[in-house]
Nanobody
Framework: QVQLVESGGGSVQAGGSLRLSCAAS????????IGWFRQAPGKEREGVAN???????SYADSVKGRFTISQDRAKNSLYLQMNSLKPEDTAMYYC????????????????WGQGTQVTVSS
């Protein structure tokens, strides 16, 4: 059973930075891809950044150049460094592990953390 616990959210002013962390357990790197998603009130969940089973990263266009995803396999941890934050980054951020299908991530078969709130004021 995969368990994911996020931390590091908070309230910052526009232009500020936050670092989110996700502690994972029961997780095999070769079987899962892992990433960050977010959901703002009244909006659909969207992918922010992820790392596939080969360690390759990808980002949503809206965060490229501002956010950096990384993982520490020895600590079973995932991180999201968020710089130059904007009010539109305000959302609940979720760590998610999706099933690796050999060449793509199946996020419909995966595990969620409880989320951590990020609020960016202008």
């Amino acid at each position: 059973q995969v368990q994911l616990v996020e931390s590091g959210g908070g309230s910052v002013q526009a232009g500020g930075s936050l670092r989110l962390s996700c502690a994972a357990s029961g997780y095999r790197f070769s079987s899962y891809c892992i990433g960050w998603f977010r959901q703002a009130p009244g909006k659909e969940r969207e992918g922010v950044a992820n790392i596939d089973a080969y360690g390759r990263t990808s980002y949503a266009d809206s965060v490229k150049g501002r956010f950096t995803i990384s993982q520490d396999r020895a600590k079973n941890s995932l991180y999201l460094q968020m710089n130059s934050l904007k009010p539109e980054d305000t959302a609940m951020y979720y760590c998610m592990a999706g099933r690796w299908r050999g060449s793509w991530c199946d996020w419909d078969v995966g595990y969620w953390g409880q989320g951590t709130q990020v609020t960016v004021s202008s």
